[in-house]
């Protein structure tokens, strides 16, 4: 290559990478085709605890391209930037490798200590959970409203659908359980949903219209706490609305005002008739519809609430019902009360069902099941 006809150009890259390019000005008519590529490699091995880490750091030159040759190096602080994430990795790895084993141990010593009844009663819930959709006897319809999700950020949603597993993995235990309808289930939320192991297979309703346009203005009930009606009894023939939003309290009244403006009716859980709550009569989602599941058998609002309200949120005694403050343990439906279903040793299990669908779209399977529990 001639040096005295070459153009030596430095340049710093947006990653702060240095680069050295030398162009040979009279191939520059003569391309070269082939394209060449040396690169070293330098390995570091760094120890952290029991732990050791290998990391390696990469320098390339490429020779190709209308003559052109390119040496492209880390600098010293993004050679440690990259030992530093690497070694992060790594250590996440190693954490989830031994979360998982404890889990199977878990779940392995749980199953060794069960009795033969406690045996039978979980192979009947496993049975349960792989019921054919189209023969299930669905009690009614709960629906899910998700139009107000864009006030929620990636953590709230986070939060928002471990409560909604929890209560789906409720609903599918029960003989005649209720039907979960995603309604206005679009945008992160949804893609956040979909990105969840198993939930392809959740026998439930996925819609992206609002329910104002797929059932009956009088069909409907939306459930919350500044409502001035109160339940005595659930209908069957009724379509109760929760609000599928984790706002901390951010939000009061908005589920309200937004029932009000759609002209559609409200109401409020009988909560204050039969105990009381230390703080707002604001139940995480996932306490809400397990409240109802429970009263769809026991047919007794005191034990559903006594069997689903954690404890924490019930007042003791000379104390009266709160109405400001946030539990936010409650609304993350992190925590489970010892009192509850929901106990925190109770795992939820997603089966991957090898005959959901049948083959046939997913949107209509749902609309049909939809359909068929009105009825």
Not at 15 to 29: G, L, M, P, R
Not at 178 to 201: H, R, W
Not at 213 to 237: G, H, Q
Request: overall charge negative.
């Amino acid at each position: 290559m001639n040096t005295d006809n070459n153009i030596v150009v430095t340049a710093t890259s947006a990653a702060a990478a240095t680069a050295v390019a030398v162009v040979d000005t009279q191939e520059k008519t003569n391309p070269v085709l082939e394209q060449q590529t040396t690169t070293n490699t330098e390995t570091n091995n760094t120890t952290d605890g029991d732990t050791t880490v290998t990391t390696s750091t990469t320098s390339t030159t490429t020779e190709g391209v209308e003559g052109v040759a390119v040496v492209v190096e880390l600098t010293k602080s993004q050679k440690k930037k990259q030992v530093r994430q690497e070694r992060w990795n790594a250590v996440k790895d190693l954490k989830k490798a031994h979360e998982r084993e404890k889990t199977k141990e878990k779940r392995k010593r749980k199953k060794q200590s069960m009795s033969s009844e406690e045996r039978l009663e979980l192979n009947r819930v496993k049975m349960q959970k792989k019921r054919d959709p189209s023969e299930i006897d669905w009690w009614g319809n709960i629906i899910f409203d998700f139009q107000h999700a864009s006030l929620m950020g990636q953590r709230e949603i986070k939060s928002l659908i471990t409560q909604i597993s929890f209560a789906y993995g409720n609903t599918l235990r029960l003989e005649r359980p209720l039907f979960m309808d995603f309604c206005s289930f679009t945008g992160p939320v949804k893609e956040s949903f979909e990105a969840l192991q198993g939930y392809i297979n959740w026998k439930v309703g996925r819609h992206e219209q609002s329910y104002m346009d797929l059932y009956k203005k009088e069909e409907l009930v939306y459930l919350t706490a500044e409502s001035p009606n109160i339940i005595k009894e659930l209908d069957p023939t009724k379509k109760y609305i929760i609000g599928a939003l984790v706002d901390h309290n951010r939000y009061k009244g908005l589920t309200y005002n937004t029932a009000l403006e759609q002209g559609i009716e409200t109401a409020q859980l009988p909560i204050s008739e039969f105990i009381q709550l230390s703080s707002r009569k604001v139940l995480a989602v996932n306490h809400v519809f397990d409240i109802l599941l429970k009263q769809t058998v026991n047919n007794d609002w005191k034990k559903s609430f006594e069997e689903v309200i954690p404890s924490r949120k019930v007042a003791k005694e000379g104390e009266e019902d709160g109405e400001e403050g946030e539990d936010q343990s409650g609304q993350d439906g992190e925590e489970q009360d010892s009192n509850n279903i929901n106990n925190k040793e109770k795992e939820i299990e997603i089966e991957s069902n090898t005959n959901t669908n049948n083959g046939k779209d997913e949107n209509t399977t749902t609309d049909s099941l939809t359909t068929k529990s009105i009825e």
